[in-house]
């Protein structure tokens, strides 16, 4: 399929763009589709442009530039620029001749995100950074008009939160996409097995476990001549501020699954859980066990953990007055059986697909003029991730009324330069950690 060069009329195709958002605003019949005509879908271009370009962004670009042959990265950002030079090298040999990213579209420090969303050449920005800076990046493409696809946890406090609502808002109302990482929304095995949940095949739902129990998790040392803050982007799994802890950076997954087959946020959660392995200056806990409970009395039992040489669990169970759904993890696909033990439905599962199609999914729902905003779904999900740990941080049982809304808990830094200090890391200890 031919691409357009990088130097095909900007003014045409962000006309285009524009158009397209405003129908979908509107709420119009998509005036065409990528995936019906190819000759359609081969005469419109869509420029990525990646910030934060580490494991994930790398492969979130790969999947992009691998699910839609129309699309083409044009600019990337990474707090390190190195890295955003060596993943645009290796993306470039995956994919010859739509990797156009110059050394002078390349962009390096704590503020490299904003020239990608000011290129006006860039139609979608993708963030995979560490999550804490998620919420505001979001916002700023939002507000300049870019279309979005961020990786999940979307938020890490309750703060975070509210920015993603403002942003999920203001798309939907200009008519821009934001499409998330969740990608077990897009999975066959989990999308099939969940519409047959409620379709009724399991009865009522009346319970769920959900598990996201690993082995440890990696820890990168202070370097030599590392400010307090590259060490904690370096090292960002062990702060809060920027990973949200196990239950948002990793469980966030499952959650998001129960948030699925739940229909919406629980009413409140109760939570406890500890840390015995992690190393001294980290902040997370190795576990947290929670239950989560709805009005109508629906529940969800939640485990997450990171403990060596333990026995691992990744899978989403769903209990039904006449049946049970295993909703597995990674390639493991989906069971549900009936109280007598009869297979009812099973499918196997394809991740890699799922990875796929979240940006195929993102570029279809701009070209046929109905971008997907998918935002306040994960930010909710998110928020539930930050409720388990909140309330095992501080042993008390959490409402969603008060965590959605009254609480204002804010982790981001006060003040953040890449050469500054940052305040010293600190475990949570209930019964002494109050949270705002
Ligand atoms: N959907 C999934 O299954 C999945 C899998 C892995 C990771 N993730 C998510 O992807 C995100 C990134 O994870 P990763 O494993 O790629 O981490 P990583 O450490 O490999 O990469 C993060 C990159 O972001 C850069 N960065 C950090 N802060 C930045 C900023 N403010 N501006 C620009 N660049 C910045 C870092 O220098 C680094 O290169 C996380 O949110 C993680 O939860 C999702």
Redesign the pocket.
């Known amino acids: 399929m031919p691409i357009q060069p990088h130097a095909d009329s900007d003014a045409s195709r962000r006309a285009f763009i524009a158009a397209s958002a405003a129908v979908g605003a509107a709420g119009l019949v998509a005036p065409f589709a990528i995936g019906a005509p190819q000759a359609q879908s081969g005469t419109k271009t869509l420029n990525l442009g990646l910030?934060?370009?580490?494991?994930?962004?790398s492969g979130a670009a790969n999947d992009s530039l691998s699910a839609n042959p129309n699309v083409r990265l044009v600019a990337m950002?990474?707090?390190?620029p190195e890295?955003a030079r060596a993943a645009r090298d290796g993306l470039a040999k995956e994919h010859p001749g739509r990797v156009e990213v110059s050394d002078t579209s390349i962009y390096g420090g704590?503020d490299?995100?904003r020239q990608v969303i000011a290129d006006p050449s860039v139609d979608i920005v993708l963030f995979?950074?560490?999550?804490g800076?998620r919420p505001r990046h979001i916002a700023e493409a939002v507000a300049a008009k870019k279309h979005v696809f961020a990786?999940?946890?979307t938020c890490v406090d309750p703060a975070g939160y509210k920015i993603c609502c403002a942003a999920s808002d203001q798309a939907l109302k200009q008519g821009t996409a934001i499409v998330t990482?969740t990608?077990y929304r897009r999975q066959a095995s989990f999308v099939e097995g969940v519409k047959r949940i409620h379709d009724g095949l399991i009865g009522d739902v009346v319970d769920m476990t959900a598990r996201y129990c690993g082995g440890p998790i990696w820890y990168r040392g202070r370097e030599g001549g590392m400010s307090d803050a590259q060490y904690q982007?370096h090292n960002?799994m062990h702060f809060i501020w920027l990973s949200g802890d196990q239950p948002a950076?990793q469980a966030v997954?499952n959650l998001d699954v129960v948030h699925w087959v739940m229909g919406g946020a629980p009413d409140t959660c109760f939570a406890s859980g500890g840390r015995f392995t992690k190393p001294e200056d980290s902040e997370m806990w190795d576990s947290c066990s929670a239950t989560f409970a709805w009005k109508d009395g629906r529940q969800c039992d939640f485990k997450s953990r990171q403990l060596p040489q333990s026995a691992t669990d990744f899978d989403n169970v769903v209990y039904g007055s006449k049946g049970t759904a295993f909703l597995r993890a990674f390639n493991n696909g989906t069971q549900i059986y009936d109280r007598s033990g009869k297979e009812l439905f099973s499918m196997k599962g394809d991740i890699g697909a799922a990875y796929k199609q979240e940006h195929k999914d993102l570029v279809d729902s701009i070209l046929a003029g109905k971008p997907i905003v998918e935002l306040r779904q994960t930010a909710e999900s998110s928020l539930m991730a930050v409720m388990a740990r909140e309330s095992g941080y501080s042993g008390q049982k959490l409402t969603w009324d008060f965590i959605s809304d009254s609480s204002t808990l804010d982790l981001f830094p006060k003040e953040l330069k890449l050469d500054g200090e940052l305040p010293l890391p600190f475990v949570r200890v209930p019964g002494t950690y109050q949270m705002a």
């Open positions: 910030v934060g370009c580490g494991g994930r962004g950002a990474d707090v390190i890295k704590l490299g995100y995979a950074t560490s999550p800076f990786e999940k946890p990482g990608q982007i960002w950076e997954h």
